[in-house]
DNA sequence: CGCCTAGTTGAGGTAAGTCAATTCACGTGG
DNA sequence: CCACGTGAATTGACTTACCTCAACTAGGCG
């Protein structure tokens, strides 16, 4: 069971000539070190991927030096698969940590598609749930003022984490500085901090040496403004 | 010319069997008034648009009332596409102005993806540029100040516009209100006011009485640091 | 004629930014 | 083993971009 069929298994029930056309794939293993870019802004990006292990995260670099942390990636998702499809990339993808992924090459997928259609609608599903974590990140940015909005991230995440097995309701740990959280939320580090200690003195959740505690989930949740509702993905959509 | 064979045309250059499976979906034309909801926030949607003429805003609803409005659509543009693939809308789509579309039926789509898989292909292109879309927005409501997001947007649709042939590096027309302009910007009305007077006095842009009007485009793309690269869509990228 | 919506402007408040200093954990090399 | 440098987190003092409240104008329309 590849990474791939996982991912696109969860949107579509994947029969099993299709199953032959995923598996027959050209899927290269390979390992990217922590700070060194896989794929960067403005270039015309060969090979899109998906994360096997570790943590990535894709921004936009503003010619001033400053940066927007669009998304960032957890195992199971794709790497640079809108860079590819789009031939040239609008961002930068880096990983967080030490990181593994398959390659894939879009040539191959989409060969697959015109031998298997319906993993073209899965794709398809794949990519419009991305776009909707971009637009419930969007939201957050333009209107939740730096607590909510850092408490919308951390049970977002926990949430996706969830899913794929690396987190509940009590928590997760996570590589992510504070740093790299005030480029995803449009903070400054120092605020970030400030929000931090304030979510603590709250009682809602701590995040500290690399671990995210929930001190009362249900309450982090409501004051969040939080619903799962654009994460589902519980059962696939096609049978 | 359906809107529908010109928007995917624009990714994928169409074979005439593609044409025929274009052609014979089902497609009713429909009309919608301003200001009355198309796609509902947490409706299952059973059918996606092509808007033919007039201009439409998707938006978030916050619990608290604010709102964040994600994308103007303008001629050409998918409405609710997303809300149709996952099934249940993560957001609500209002017509600004009286608008025409064309009716796309999921089920039809999804089956001329098996006759025609390229087709499946040119509606994820589609997909990923608007994604390009949202992602740029969210840099902006993140990293830029009022008077360079205001910038950044006039000088986007203004090339969005253009692309269409309804508009030019000298201006369009333009419906939205400043209400509007705020709640897609993240900032108050009264600050989209002041930032709109600001960049009239900087010689650079005018808003005024649905026009707007570039004085100096070159230095205003300068001044948003704007880079049209994630619009592209000169040619069809699959031939 | 009067109401309503869109736009405009001023005064004052506040959330978040900037600058700066301190601590702590860590690795690395002498 | 200790000295040193570096990166992350923490906190305080001060600044500022944007918000809120409020008042006023101008056009459109029943």
Redesign the interface.
């Known amino acids: 069971m590849t990474p791939l069929i996982r991912k696109l298994g969860a949107f579509v029930a994947l029969s099993a000539p299709e199953l032959t056309v995923l598996e027959s794939l050209r899927s290269r293993r390979r390992i990217f070190r922590a700070g060194r870019d896989l794929i960067h802004q ?1 270039q015309a990006g060969q090979a899109a991927y998906v994360l096997g292990s570790g943590w990535a995260c894709s921004y ?1 670099l ?3 030096g ?3 942390i ?1 998304d960032f990636q957890i195992p199971g998702d794709f790497l640079g ?2 860079s590819v ?4 990339s ?2 930068t993808i880096e990983p967080v940590t030490d990181i593994e992924v398959m390659e894939i090459h879009v040539e191959d997928l ?1 060969k697959a ?2 031998n298997a ?2 993993l ?2 899965a ?3 794949a ?6 974590m ?6 957050g ?4 003022n730096a607590a909510e909005r850092m408490a919308h991230f951390l049970v977002e995440l926990g949430s996706r984490l969830t899913l794929i097995g690396m987190g509940s309701t009590a928590g997760y740990s996570c590589p992510l500085t504070q740093y790299l959280l005030a480029d995803a ?2 903070l400054s580090a120092v605020h970030v901090n400030r929000v931090l200690r304030q979510l603590r003195e709250m009682g809602l959740a701590t995040f500290r040496d690399g671990e995210v505690i929930f001190h009362d989930h249900g309450r982090l949740c409501a004051f969040a ?1 939080f619903d799962a ?2 994460l ?1 993905q519980v059962k696939p ?2 049978k």
Do not use: C, I, N
Not at 134 to 139: D, I, K, R, S, W
Not at 141 to 144: K, T
């Open positions: 403005g936009k503003m010619p001033d400053q940066r927007q669009v698969l809108r499809l789009l031939r040239t609008d961002h989409l598609f015109a259609p319906r073209g609608v794709v398809l599903w990519a419009s749930r991305d776009e909707a971009v637009v419930e990140h969007l939201v940015v333009g209107r939740r939320l449009g403004q509702s654009y589902d959509l096609l």
